[in-house]
Nanobody, 122 residues
Framework: QVQLVESGGGLVQAGGSLRLSCAAS????????MGWFRQAPGKEREFVAA????????KYADSVKGRFTISRDNAKNTVYLQMNSLKPEDTAVYYCATGRLLATAARLYDYWGQGTQVTVSS
């Protein structure tokens, strides 16, 4: 079992930055790939970014490439999502998840956090 707790969400103006954190605990939490997803009201959950267990590989959605950076610190069992140049369309609940594969499909992730709200005002 792996527990995930997100933090760092909030309200920011367009063009601003936020850094999300996801603290993991539980059995072999550092051995898994970690991903960030988001879900806006009335929309399906969508992939944002993912990182392999050793941080050697990353994946990003086209909509966030060049603006968001995913990283992890296995000594702290924490994964981060640095979000720069935020846009109103980035407004959503952001979830972190963990799974065995570096994947973009939500169904391939086994454990999920409760989510943190990010609101970007125009």
């Amino acid at each position: 079992q792996v527990q995930l707790v997100e933090s760092g969400g909030g309200l920011v103006q367009a063009g601003g930055s936020l850094r999300l954190s996801c603290a993991a605990s539980g059995r072999t939490a550092t051995s898994f790939a970690m991903g960030w997803f988001r879900q806006a009201p009335g929309k399906e959950r969508e992939f944002v970014a993912a990182i392999s267990w050793n941080a050697g590989m990353t994946k990003y959605a086209d909509s966030v490439k060049g603006r968001f950076t995913i990283s992890r610190d296995n000594a702290k069992n924490t994964v981060y999502l640095q979000m720069n140049s935020l846009k109103p369309e980035d407004t959503a609940v952001y979830y972190c998840a963990t799974g065995r594969l570096l994947a973009t499909a939500a169904r391939l992730y086994d454990y999920w956090g409760q989510g943190t709200q990010v609101t970007v005002s125009s």
